[in-house]
């Protein structure tokens, strides 16, 4: 064991031993930094890091002893952190080591031998090299680069648009002469080469000698993607240690961006010429003007950030997520704190009325900060949106057909989580839009609708909720035919009138999305119960419109956040639990009659002439009630989809919002558990898998 | 009594590895050694909310901070007979490293004693426990004077799937 290591043993048991008033404790703990610093060795990839995370806890602990912290307990916890921090710095030292790129010289290190160079391409494409100093460079430069490679993206559809809007040009030309001048820097040379074959093309796109078509932009758009594959790569190579692998379609991409490049100057015309006077004038501008730099006006000097469209605010601070999560917890702390604080006062006899005005100033304080530390989270949905505009187009091109997508309230907010979980559903739906509820050209003319086809995608906030729309022009969905099919299918039985709600919820369905008659009709038949199934776990919903011939209209709806439920507290003997508001339809205290048994055991309870099946809380969680008889407690009914259950509870404690956590990674998936709240009284409360509960109860 | 002795003698290169600090604790009459740098903190016994279908031993979960963490008792864990809680009963917080995931699990204990350095010539490898069953979350024996500390390898005391629910 080295020095270091010992050290930093010491450190450890010293923060886990001392306590935060304790003087010389920290004292000795600030020495213990101090030589833990001087015993490092010099030479280690790690050695800075290690170093400045040992300088900074330092300062915290030379600061609590000058008590110019006010929070001692909580400086004290961060030193731990830091110590763990520092033996995480550590133990990463064998996983850095192995790598031969440590000990081997990076400035023109030959590419690996396996690998052959191709001939063809007009760039020599070193590889990709890290080097363990610039792991943190390269890692920023992985951000950085992604925030690049989105805005082009933007940009391109833009440009797909017009395809001479200089704007659009010039972000496009600033991303990638960013992204390159920072891979040349830290060595990057795939990624570094195909950003300066980009870079060209663009380029020779603001001096106007080269004129963008359709062609040019889908090879930008492949390099876009090729791009987004590399970085990728590299983050990945990141954490694992070993070099990112060849990119074997660089070199063909290299070719094509040259290609286009070089069509200019010898006034060919390559893929799809927008229009033929385009072309023309294409040639007339290159052979006037020689690709040299540009003198663009609007030329930006290096590094500033790639404007894509939306008002970019220029006082943005990153913060990991990590730590604005741990912000997040330790506001939601404070609330329950300071919760606790004013119940106690409140309960003291003579209650100082000072006390108690000062108390709820805090706790006005405490709720600002919470609203505020929930709007953290928000970021935009205009991620996602971006991500549809770029399949639609691919989908159009695919398909044959002309349509266009139109995106509305971009800017609106939702939860960071929702964004990701969000994305996939309206992936299928957009495609199922296009697919299914986008007729051809030809048809669509037959029905007297323009040949192109209008799809709407629509964001806003509406009662707490965030609602996205996905409205078409489309051939509408056919009632009939799914009610004829899902009879066919059993999924219902024949004569049974539904309304015309149900009906359309009925293309949710496992049974029928997988029939492919079904598409043939109405089209949404892929994949809609996974998109059912994926809004209602972020407890949200979906509502159906549509008009035959006309189109129709898909309504997701799914709360803002997904940190925060409204639940009902319920006991049951000594235990609590939540469940959630929208799974309950509605609780009563039932009269005997209402209650019927199956061999004496299996309970049922007539609720407005439906038998509901009596799940006994209790016994499914094992704990002492406090009523035994159904008539004498509460029965809490919940519904999930067409099915419906009754939960018997002691007593209903009240309804509140509660912040979900996860039951900590210890332990695997309960059944009918979802998750855990932490009530006001800073203990934790289970909350109840509504959906779970019931499907246990009606599969016996 | 030499044949068994040298039976459980382990290669010398294993015991060495473990020499370092120690925080100890009791259960009953016998001490255990925590890797220190596997604790992460020390707090008193709180109300503990009980998670149903789990294995006897999870006592359930607690908030920290803000943070659910599962709590389980090590005397249930390790077959002891249950004791009254008296004040002195804490929760250790551990951090333990599970395929690679760091997660922290509070453990019951009777009493938290102190912080011990323990040279690695101090430690013998865990014995053999009479054929009542392995020995493999013991990672030595650490001998302080006359008494004998019994170190555990607390990732192993409390593999995931001895938390998970019993089917």
């Given at each position: ?63 609590m ?54 001939a ?20 920023e ?37 960013t ?22 093309l663009m ?20 390099a ?7 970085i ?69 000097p ?13 006082s ?44 709820t ?18 970021v ?99 009632k ?38 079904v598409t ?11 998109v ?11 509502d ?41 339809e ?71 919002q ?10 695997g ?22 959906p ?9 | ?11 010398p ?6 020499g ?5 604790f ?5 001490e ?8 992460r ?21 607690i ?20 004791v ?15 395929s ?44 302080i ?23």
């Amino acid at each position: 064991m080295q020095a270091h290591d010992r050290i930093l043993q010491d450190v450890a048991a010293a923060t886990v031993a001392t306590s935060a008033d304790d003087l010389q404790g920290l004292a000795r703990i600030h020495s213990l930094f101090e030589a833990f610093r001087a015993a490092l060795p010099t030479s280690e990839p790690w050695t800075l890091a290690a170093a400045s995370v040992s300088t900074d806890a330092g300062k915290i602990v030379e600061r609590m002893i000058l008590s110019e912290i006010a929070d001692t307990d909580a400086a004290m916890r961060q030193i731990g952190d830091m110590t763990t921090e520092l033996i995480g710095i550590l133990q990463g030292i064998p996983q850095s080591t192995p790598a031969p790129i440590t000990q081997t010289p990076i400035v023109d290190a030959p590419p690996e031998p396996g690998s052959s160079q191709p001939a063809v391409q007009p760039v020599t494409v070193k590889q990709d090299l890290i080097d363990p100093n610039d792991s943190s460079l390269v890692a920023e430069f992985v951000l950085e680069a992604g925030e690049h490679v989105e805005a082009s993206e933007a940009a391109l559809l833009k440009l797909d648009q017009d395809y001479t809007d200089i704007e659009s040009i010039n972000a496009l030309f600033r991303a990638f002469h960013t992204i390159k001048g920072v891979a040349g820097f830290i060595r990057l040379g795939q990624i570094g080469s195909l950003a300066h074959a980009v870079e060209n093309l663009m380029d020779l796109a603001r001096s106007n000698s080269l004129r963008l078509n359709a062609g040019s932009i889908d090879a930008l758009l492949k390099a876009v993607d090729l791009m987004k594959v590399m970085i990728a790569a590299l983050d990945r190579a990141l954490t694992s240690g070993v070099t990112p692998p060849i990119q074997p379609a660089l070199p063909a991409m290299l070719e094509t961006l040259h290609h286009f490049a070089h069509a200019t100057t010898t006034s060919e015309a390559v893929g799809i010429a927008a229009s033929d006077t385009a072309t023309a004038e294409a040639a007339a501008v290159a052979a006037a003007a020689a690709p040299s730099p540009s003198q663009d006006p609007a030329s930006a000097p290096t590094g500033a950030p790639a404007a894509s469209g939306q008002s970019s605010s220029d006082s943005v601070v990153k913060v990991s997520t990590d730590r604005l999560d741990s912000l997040i917890n330790a506001i939601g702390e404070l609330v329950i704190a300071q919760t606790m604080v004013s119940q106690d006062v409140a309960s003291l006899v003579p209650a100082s009325h000072r006390v108690v005005r000062e108390l709820t100033q805090v706790g006005k304080i405490a709720r600002e900060l919470q609203d505020l530390s929930m709007s953290m989270r928000m970021v935009p949905i205009h991620g996602v949106f971006q991500k549809m505009s770029r399949l639609a187009r691919d989908l159009a091109r695919k398909s044959g057909k002309e349509f266009e997508l139109e995106i509305i309230g971009g800017e609106t907010e939702l939860d960071r989580g929702l964004v990701e979980a969000v994305s996939d559903p309206l992936v299928h739906m957009v495609r199922n839009a296009a697919d299914h509820g986008i007729e051809s050209p030809e048809d669509r003319e037959k029905a007297g609708k323009p040949r192109c086809g209008h799809v709407r995608l629509r964001a806003y906030h509406q009662a707490g909720n965030v609602v996205v729309e996905i409205k078409d022009d489309g051939r509408g969905l056919n009632k009939a035919k799914i009610l004829r099919k899902a009879q066919e299918r059993g999924i219902v039985p024949p004569g049974k009138e539904l309304s015309e709600q149900e009906i359309f919820k009925l293309i949710l369905c496992a049974g029928l999305s997988t029939a492919d008659k079904v598409t043939d009709v109405s089209g949404r038949g892929v994949g809609m119960d996974v998109v059912l199934r994926n809004v209602e776990s972020l407890r949200g919903r979906i509502d159906i419109e549509s008009q035959e011939g006309l189109g129709s209209t898909f309504t997701i709806r799914l709360p803002l956040t997904l940190a925060v439920i409204d639940g009902l507290v319920v006991r049951v003997g000594d235990q609590r639990y939540v469940i959630p508001i929208t799974s309950i339809e509605q609780s009563l205290r039932p009269k005997p009659g209402q209650i019927s048994t199956v061999r004496d055991r299996d309970e049922m309870c007539m609720v407005r002439d439906h038998l509901v099946p009596v799940v006994r809380l209790h016994q499914l969680f094992g704990v002492q009630p406090t009523h035994d008889e159904p008539t004498e407690a509460i029965l809490v009914i919940v519904q999930s989809g067409s099915l419906r259950c009754s939960l018997m509870v002691d007593e209903l404690l009240g309804q509140q919002q509660v912040v979900i956590k996860s039951l900590g990674d210890g332990l695997g998936p309960i059944s009918g558990v979802s998750g855990g709240a932490i009530l006001g009284d800073g203990n934790v409360c289970l909350i109840l898998d509504a959906p779970g509960i019931i499907l246990s109860a009606s599969g016996q | 009594m030499s044949d068994s002795s040298t039976s459980t003698i382990p290669p010398p290169t294993k015991a060495t590895t473990h020499g370092g600090k120690y925080l100890t604790f009791a259960l009953g009459k016998e001490e255990y050694g925590l890797q220190i740098l596997k604790v992460r903190e020390i707090i008193g016994l709180m109300d503990i909310t009980a998670v149903p279908r789990t294995l006897p031993h999870v006592r359930g979960v607690i908030n920290l901070r803000g943070q659910v963490i599962t709590v389980v008792d090590l005397r249930a864990k390790f077959d002891m007979q249950s004791v009254e809680k008296t004040d002195q009963t804490c929760i250790i917080v551990v951090e333990i490293n599970q395929s690679g995931r760091k997660l922290n699990i509070g453990i019951i204990v009777d009493r938290v004693s102190e912080v011990l350095d323990i040279a690695a010539e101090k430690i013998e490898a865990s014995p053999n426990l009479g054929g009542s069953g392995d020995a493999d979350f013991i990672l030595g024996m650490g001998k302080i004077g006359d008494s004998v500390k019994i170190l555990l390898d607390i990732d192993q005391v409390l593999s995931t799937d001895d938390l998970s629910i019993a089917a």
